[in-house]
């Protein structure tokens, strides 16, 4: 390179060197000294309502199956919108940054167990109650419920890993869920 293309480029060179050094000055100004929680226990209890509305309806529409295909529809539905319910839950239990603090623990902990620590075990309940009328749709049936499962291994996973009073409670709530959904899992299966 000539002295003379070298003396053209050195001020476009300096000129996105100081492009990348502010950049770099930017960005090292814009993140935060301490990270803020945006997810609350309200967030997480919110998330839990969500599943448990889902739960719910799923309930009543095993209650209202009685055959066929255009019934088994809103099944489906069902299992689709506690799915993404769960997901976001994850997400959030995830996102956040810091443990819960001994109160939000416990009220995340009292509402999961009076919550979808009753509503899943009783819809699961229904579920094995009419196994004879689903038993055409067992492959469809079992990878909902595995489905299911595995969401709720990962979201309560995640959300144990956050509390930090009433843990063995909260444990406890999980194992319930994680029986009842074992249990149709396995009639489902045979």
Known sequence: MTTYARKKLLPHIMRFQLLVSSLLAWTAAAVPLQARD??????????????????????????????????????????????????????????????????????????????????????????KAKYDVFENQKVVILAGLKLLKNDHDTFSAALVAKITADKENGVAAVAVIDDALQSAIDLYSS
Do not use: C, M, W
């Open 38 to 127: 945006i997810i609350t226990a309200q967030t997480l209890i919110s998330d839990i309502k969500g599943i448990d509305d889902g739960v719910n309806a799923l309930t009543a529409s095993i209650k209202a199956y009685d055959g066929g295909l255009i019934k088994e529809l809103p099944i489906g539905a069902d299992i689709t919108a506690i799915h993404i319910a769960n997901r976001k839950g994850f997400l959030d239990a995830n996102l956040r940054a810091t443990p819960f603090n001994a109160a939000d623990s416990t009220a995340i902990v009292e509402y999961t167990a009076s919550s979808v620590g009753v509503d899943i075990p009783a819809s699961v309940d229904v579920l």
